[in-house]
């Protein structure tokens, strides 16, 4: 089940982010694009501890959306 796209305040910026609730025993979570978090987790978590899950892994989201910048404003322009 995939509910609808809701957003997190990380720092000073707004990520939008997709919660897949699967048949698992883990949570993964993943920068799609910049500004798109994907969270898979297990059916019983809650919204309220998907928001506290993607505070506690802000630090990671914010390396891995600074990395999508650099690389965005590396690659060439044709």
């Known amino acids: ?5 809701p957003y997190i305040q990380i720092g ?12 698992r025993k883990t949570i993964s979570i993943a920068l799609k694009m910049r500004g798109n978090i994907l969270i898979k987790t ?5 919204a309220e501890e998907t928001y506290k899950i993607l505070h506690r892994y802000a630090n990671w989201i914010t390396k891995k959306d600074q990395a999508y910048e650099k ?5 060439p322009i044709n």
């Open 71 to 75: 690389l965005s404003h590396d690659d």
């Open 12 to 23: 000073n910026k707004l990520f939008a982010f997709t919660q897949e609730r699967q048949k």
């Open 1 to 5: 089940m995939i509910s609808s796209m």
């Open 42 to 46: 297990p059916p019983g978590i809650s």
